[in-house]
């Protein structure tokens, strides 16, 4: 039986459970205000997503290597204030394996259910280096294996490098990211392989707009027996100037249809034609057999509960 000392009233489901129970999933991510600000500001978007048939909200690590503490207590808020399922983005680029396991402890007596375990990208100005494996995790199957291990009761010995120690069992159900589009998908599938076999259990894609990407992309998971559920991750646009800020800072891929639509385009013509391309992408998702989808809002919650109407 894991340690949990949280006294939640609200019993959380693990992200497989989720999925387990329902034939198609919505939910939605949102990132901690940047240092300094307000803690008013989350709090808002959450009691706002709280409202809508969400299945589970995501709170990142930050945004883009940005000044944002707040994922451990905004984890805690989500399932304890909100009464809504939580998955917790978990970077660990900055943490060596000490680092991680305290960390994770700290999750651990909050009650988190679900960690999205991710390496984490350089930050802005930051040039990258070899991380050491004699103290940290240098790929997310590291990070996802340190997890699992601490599922199974097995903990970092107080000397480097020195055999695991016995403890208590957590129980984290892990997911991991993936990237439909990714240049190299020889490389990309091998590295699912990977977190799959460490122990992740499901995954959220990058941010994607075409439907035929998520379908070929499953596809070659299942042709290398990599059959954990994939949860297509989806940014509900409204405007020219989200699709130029999916493209420049996501990398995302966006139909050339859905930018020739809103070229000289209003405002509110350009927020109808976005709703309408992003309700049949979720369509064409479900169809394609998607376990659910998942919406980056950038905080921008009342588009999630535009689009989850019109669903």
Not at 23 to 45: C, M, Q, W, Y
Not at 61 to 76: C, L, Q
Not at 167 to 177: E, I, N, P, S, Y
Not at 218 to 237: F, M, S, W
Request: hydrophobic residues 40%; charged residues 25%; contains cysteine.
């Amino acid at each position: 039986m894991p340690l949990q000392l949280s006294s939640l009233v609200f019993k959380q489901k693990s992200i497989t459970e989720i999925l387990d129970s329902k034939k198609f999933t919505f939910s939605a991510e949102v990132f901690p205000p940047r240092n300094g600000k307000p803690a008013d500001i989350i709090l808002g978007k959450l009691d706002a997503l709280s409202k809508m048939p969400i299945d589970f909200i995501s709170v990142t690590k930050g945004a883009m290597g940005s000044m944002r503490g707040g994922t451990v207590p905004i984890g805690y808020m989500i399932p304890d204030r909100y009464k809504m399922n939580a998955l917790v983005h978990f970077r660990c680029r900055d943490m060596n394996r000490r680092e991680v396991e305290n960390l994770l402890v700290d999750h651990m007596y909050f009650g988190t259910k679900n960690i999205l375990a991710v390496l984490g990208d350089p930050l802005p100005g930051e040039i990258p280096k070899e991380l050491d494996p004699a103290t940290h995790n240098r790929y997310a199957s590291d990070l996802v294996r340190q997890i699992a291990d601490m599922n199974s009761g097995r903990y970092l010995s107080m000397e480097l490098g020195g055999q695991s120690r016995e403890g208590v069992r957590t129980d984290f159900c892990v997911g991991v990211a993936c990237y439909p589009e990714a240049e190299d998908m020889d490389k990309e599938i091998m590295v699912m392989g990977e977190k799959v076999k460490a122990g992740a259990r499901f995954a959220v894609t990058q941010m994607i707009f075409n439907a035929d990407s998520y379908s070929a992309y499953v596809k070659e998971l299942g042709n290398n027996k990599i059959n954990i559920p994939i949860i297509p991750g989806i940014r509900p646009v409204a405007t020219m100037a989200h699709v130029v800020a999916a493209e420049k800072n996501f990398g995302a891929r966006v139909p050339d249809s859905l930018k020739k639509a809103l070229q000289d385009c209003g405002e509110k013509e350009a927020n109808k034609i976005c709703q309408q391309s992003t309700v049949q992408l979720i369509k064409e998702l479900r169809k394609a057999g998607a376990p659910g989808v998942h919406m980056f809002t950038l905080n921008d919650v009342k588009i999630i509960e535009d689009i989850v109407d019109k669903i």
